[in-house]
């Protein structure tokens, strides 16, 4: 069984950091694009960070670049998304996603006709930025 688990989620300061992680288990990680997602109270699920498993290539939304780091173990079968001078903006759940599709890093992050070509989810972790 496929299971995608977010951990490293809570609340921090405006200025703070969160380093979160995926474990994935039930396949093997490598190969795969990767990305992160989130999803604030009443607005549209957004792609943060994706890593393409096909050319290598990474994606950041424009509003996390200089602040978040994307990175991939798949020794560990790990992501994790390195989030640094948090702002209360950022707060949102925070999802991973994993795609068998050879697509870019960008198009792993950006939907076409409003949906994500990823073919695993993880349940999410909440992330809550304090002003």
């Known amino acids: 069984e496929v299971q995608l688990v977010e951990s490293g989620g809570g609340l921090v300061q405006t200025g703070g950091s969160l380093r979160l992680s995926c474990a994935a288990s039930?396949?093997?990680?490598?190969?795969?694009?990767v990305g992160w997602f989130r999803q604030a109270p009443g607005k549209e699920r957004e792609g943060v960070s994706c890593?393409?498993?096909?050319?290598?290539?990474?994606y950041y939304a424009e509003s996390v670049k200089g602040r978040f780091t994307i990175s991939r173990d798949n020794a560990k079968n790990t992501l994790y998304l390195q989030m640094n001078s948090l702002k209360p903006e950022d707060t949102a759940e925070y999802f991973c996603?994993?795609?068998?599709?050879?697509?870019?890093?960008?198009?792993?992050?950006?939907?076409?006709?409003?949906?994500?070509?990823?073919?695993?989810w993880g349940q999410g972790t909440l992330v809550t930025v304090s002003s």
């Open positions: 996603a994993v795609s068998a599709t050879e697509w870019s890093g960008q198009r792993l992050c950006i939907p076409a006709g409003g949906l994500y070509g990823m073919d695993y």
């Open positions: 039930g396949f093997s990680f490598d190969g795969y694009g």
């Open positions: 890593i393409s498993g096909y050319d290598g290539s990474s």
